[in-house]
């Protein structure tokens, strides 16, 4: 029975402290504010003379390059080039953005091939080298191990070649 009305008391001071507890709050009126207009239409202002101009849009490249970063050609004598399957070597794979962009400049440092570093979720992996057989993509890789990077191997990739070049097979 205690428990009864115990429950039924919480219940009734509950809906009693919900239903009151409007009295404590000041309007506006009262706080020397000016009352809300429910009538209020925004659009009968009449504001079209307000133009905004956009901002110049800078193009985000320093978040994370591209795995094929476009090439085109400066004039009409550079060889045009095509994607076409090969190798690549890869020197890391992290979550950390931050790491691989200073292994990134390392390796920038220590190549001649083109360095790639590529976002594939969740982790950035920094590839060298655009290797069109495997005999080459070895080649790479031991010189890769020869500069640091021990833990370095092959991976099949799209890689760039000059368009008229005969296939390496």
């Given at each position: 029975m205690i428990r009864k009305a115990c429950g039924f008391a919480?219940?009734?001071?509950?809906?009693?402290?919900?239903?009151?507890?409007q009295f404590?709050?000041?309007?506006?009126?009262?706080?020397?504010?000016?009352?809300?207009?429910?009538?209020?239409?925004?659009?009968?202002?009449?504001?079209?003379d307000i133009v905004v101009t956009p901002k110049e849009r800078?193009?985000?490249?320093?978040?994370?390059?591209?795995?094929?970063?476009?090439?085109t050609p400066k004039n009409s004598e550079e060889a045009v080039e095509e994607m076409v399957q090969g190798y690549r070597i890869q020197l890391l794979a992290t979550g950390d953005e931050v790491q691989a962009r200073e292994v990134k400049k390392d390796?920038?440092?220590?190549?001649?091939?083109?360095?790639?570093?590529?976002?594939?979720?969740?982790?950035?992996?920094?590839r060298v080298g655009d290797c069109r057989t495997k005999k080459e993509a070895e080649e790479l890789k031991m010189e890769a191990i020869r500069?640091?990077?021990?833990?370095?191997?092959?991976?099949?990739s799209k890689v760039y070649r000059a368009v008229g070049d005969t296939p390496p097979f």
């Open positions: 919480v219940v009734v001071l509950f809906i009693f402290s919900c239903s009151t507890s404590g709050w000041k309007t506006e009126t009262e706080s020397g504010g000016k009352e809300y207009l429910e009538d209020f239409d925004p659009l009968s202002l009449n504001d079209d800078i193009p985000q490249t320093d978040i994370v390059e591209r795995l094929e970063p476009e090439k390796a920038i440092y220590k190549f001649e091939e083109n360095v790639y570093l590529v976002f594939e979720a969740p982790l950035y992996k920094l500069k640091g990077f021990r833990d370095a191997w092959v991976v099949p």
